[in-house]
């Protein structure tokens, strides 16, 4: 029997922005995809039985509960580290990058279901050795231990930004609990050190993308396409935009991964400033629902779950869309909701669940173990 409590603390307004941005992605990629000929589903209906498949997924994991989840947690992690080791053999290569591992009818990107399993490890983690102290630099290992390990594991595949990401997921579950900040200098500064050997370990087209990002003249048919025609796109939508489907970078194929990595890109062109600005508000409602549920919630393991959770929102959205505009290098993160991809989709729904789960039971208290 199902708590009536858990219906009436129902966060319907976090539904109704997801709904409202999975309409905006449908439409979006409606347009974006619009001049592709071929045979098989279209893309923007692919999508939709994603978007139809995530809500189920979000509900589920709404009503079975994150602290429940939290108990599986380490399986489901052990799980997808074997996934990410199995893509390394036997993944499906595109684009020069084995990513994707292909189970019968579905093709399964594991990289991104590694974010979700990190956040709810280190929830596991955390609140087995949850201390009124902040946390020194050496009590971190094991944490950022459990989220390096996907995460070099997707960096071999390669794909630097997924592991970016995963790791950034993890500072902001990781900071949440509470570093000393003597600890946070000596690690930062450990990090810049160790750039210079990170950077011979980069694949060259990664090196011409940052010096791209750095010079986009340098290499205008080349390394820095993709950014140049990105930002005339962005820049020719002006303040109305040219309409629904009628974006001329878009339609005639001048803007490469129109419905994937730059999928903002058209939408800033066909809808201008007001478009981008009311898709970037509606972005901005689901993350703040996100935190004020983190601030309501009467339980640290509550807490860190939707600090993960919203973490997997925020730093997507924020990275993409500033990747588009030349903010930031080109990186293969796609626009949550907006880009097109089933993997990354779900899984940005499934957060969606954990904090819809917390929000439902933010009236009860757990003991701390």
């Avoid at 995809?33 to 209906?45: I, R, Y």
């Avoid at 094991?142 to 997924?162: M, Q, R, S, W």
């Avoid at 000596?186 to 010096?211: C, E, H, N, S, T």
């Avoid at 549920?293 to 973490?311: E, H, P, S």
Wanted: net charge positive; aromatic share 10%; proline share 5%.
């Amino acid at each position: 029997m199902i708590d009536r409590r858990l219906v009436s603390n129902f966060d319907w307004l976090l539904l109704a922005l997801v709904l409202a941005l999975g309409a905006c992605g449908v439409a979006n990629l409606y347009s974006a995809a619009s001049s592709f000929h071929g045979a098989g589903t279209p893309v923007f209906l692919k999508q939709t039985y994603w978007f139809g498949l995530g809500l189920g997924v979000m509900i589920a994991v709404a009503m079975v509960g994150p602290q429940r989840l939290t108990t599986i947690a380490y399986p489901l992690y052990g799980l997808v580290v074997v996934l990410l080791i199995a893509v390394l053999f036997w993944g499906k290569v595109i684009g020069g990058s084995q990513r994707w591992l292909v189970l019968g009818p579905v093709v399964l990107q594991p990289s991104e279901l590694a974010r979700l399993a990190v956040v709810l490890v280190l929830a596991a983690y955390f609140q087995r050795r949850d201390q009124a102290e902040p946390y020194r630099l050496h009590q971190l290992f094991a944490p950022l231990g459990l989220a390096l390990v996907p995460a070099l594991l997707i960096l071999k595949e390669p794909d630097l930004g997924t592991c970016l990401l995963v790791l950034i997921v993890a500072t902001s579950v990781i900071l949440v609990n509470g570093v000393k900040l003597r600890d946070l200098a000596i690690a930062g500064g450990g990090l810049i050190l160790v750039l210079p050997v990170a950077w011979r370990f980069m694949k060259d087209y990664q090196k011409r993308r940052i010096f791209s990002f750095l010079d986009p003249e340098s290499d205008p048919l080349g390394s820095a396409y993709h950014l140049i025609q990105s930002k005339i796109a962005v820049g020719s939508g002006q303040f109305t935009g040219k309409g629904f489907m009628a974006g001329t970078q878009t339609q005639l194929h001048f803007l490469p991964e129109q419905h994937t990595d730059f999928a903002f890109s058209v939408l800033a062109e066909e809808w201008g400033f007001i478009g981008a600005m009311l898709l970037l508000l509606l972005m901005a409602g689901l993350i703040y629902r996100g935190l004020s549920t983190a601030y309501r919630t009467k339980d640290r393991q509550g807490l860190l779950i939707v600090v993960g959770a919203t973490a997997m929102i925020f730093w997507p959205a924020i990275i993409n869309v500033g990747m588009v505009l030349g903010l930031f290098p080109v990186v293969g993160i796609p626009l949550p909701f907006i880009s097109y991809g089933g993997s990354s989709l779900i899984t940005t729904m499934a957060a969606l669940g954990l904090i819809q789960g917390v929000a439902m039971r933010r009236f009860v208290f757990h003991n701390r173990r």
